[in-house]
């Protein structure tokens, strides 16, 4: 296949015209397929890449079966989300691992059409009861180095990023030195202060769950975990930019803060996304959902997101004026190397997976291209 006539998203997160080839399911630069695909007047991006997010019309990645991880897979792609990397709830440890162990098992036959499963990002359980969120906090236990290793055994090596709240654990510095080099270590969840948050990366932590969200506020004499995270030049993070999560201003300044490099756009959608105003569950916990707005029925916290990762990324650049450069870079080439899948996603490049989003020049989606197919 060659893709002609597009403005091509490039790894110096710039757009220039050129034309792609694609010979059976990777990028190439010959191809022996005369299909032409005519893609004037639209850019041409990697696909996207959702290292966060729970699930979509009407399917949980906790519901723990083949058939929601497919039915997740198949609706990411057909938005131009082509890698998936579902966070898990804070549930019983028990029920956690029987997930993990189904997610492995849909990882060695997964659904043709659907999104690649490339990673499991754990939210929970060792996390902070004072910041727990729309999580259960019957569930919550402190961080444990052995049940950890039975998370990451389960997922056969699936799980790429596990959170912790280090104020919960006296023994925190050992847990993230130990574990640090067999999965990402995140705050998540979590009531640090500025002391403990550098405590925490300074052991090897090297990543945030969806800054600003159930953490302690940026003030200008308490500076949190996300002064924290300022000043750890390691550490990436996580942003919600569905216009509910966070004001475009913060979204604007965290940008200034941290540089584009070091930001992944999430989505943190639930099982409402793609679905109509109603009652869900999330966790466990029942969640109503009005609009793009999820909160507990409960005590009215935010539950995770309704919007998909594409319209999250529109949103930074429609909405918050983010330049459309950046944000593509933040929901492709920087989730890649968080995930350390970036040598086979994240940009159109030779040798990587053929996964293309055509996108007009208001951002509607034209086309979906995976693995070299157009779905």
Avoid at 118 to 140: H, L, T, W, Y
Wanted: negative net charge; hydrophobic residues 45%.
């Amino acid at each position: 296949m060659i893709i002609q006539n597009a403005k091509v998203y490039t790894e110096q997160k710039t757009f220039a015209c050129r034309e792609i080839r694609i010979q059976n399911d990777v990028f190439a630069s010959e191809t022996d397929d005369p299909t032409a695909i005519d893609a004037g007047g639209c850019y041409a991006i990697p696909g996207l890449i959702d290292m966060h997010f729970h699930g979509c019309m009407g399917y949980d990645i906790c519901d723990g079966t083949q058939e929601a991880i497919s039915q997740i897979a198949g609706y990411e792609a057909s938005i131009g989300v082509t890698a998936i990397a579902p966070a898990t709830m804070t549930l019983p440890a028990d029920e956690l691992e029987h997930i993990l162990s189904v997610a492995a098992a849909y990882r060695r036959e997964p659904a043709a059409e659907g999104a690649d499963l490339v990673g499991m990002n754990m939210e929970g359980p060792f996390i902070s009861r004072v910041k727990k969120g729309a999580q259960d906090a019957r569930n919550i236990i402190p961080c444990n180095i052995g049940c950890c290793q039975r998370f990451l055994d389960a997922s056969e090596g699936l799980v790429k990023l596990i959170g912790i709240a280090p104020e919960e654990n006296l023994d925190f510095r050992a847990f993230i030195q130990q574990m640090k080099d067999k999965v990402t270590i995140s705050l998540a969840h979590t009531n640090a202060d500025y002391d403990t948050a550098m405590a925490a990366f300074s052991a090897g932590a090297s990543h945030v769950v969806h800054l600003y969200n159930a953490m302690p506020p940026f003030t200008h004499r308490e500076p949190g975990v996300v002064g924290a995270v300022c000043d750890c030049a390691h550490v990436t993070a996580e942003l919600i930019c569905d216009g509910v999560h966070i004001h475009p201003a913060v979204v604007r300044a965290t940008f200034g803060m941290l540089g584009a490099d070091r930001i992944v756009l999430i989505s943190d959608s639930m099982r409402a996304a793609g679905m109509p105003d109603g009652r869900y569950t999330l966790g466990g916990l029942d969640v109503n959902v009005t609009g793009n707005r999820a909160t507990l029925v409960s005590d009215g916290a935010l539950a995770g997101s309704v919007t998909n990762l594409m319209d999250c990324m529109r949103i930074a650049v429609k909405q918050m004026h983010i330049p459309l450069e950046t944000a593509v870079a933040c929901a492709t080439m920087n989730p890649a190397k968080c995930l350390s899948v970036y040598d086979k996603y994240g940009s159109i490049q030779i040798g990587k997976k053929a996964n293309v989003v055509l996108l007009d020049e208001k951002l509607n989606l034209q086309a979906v291209i995976k693995d070299g197919k157009v779905l």
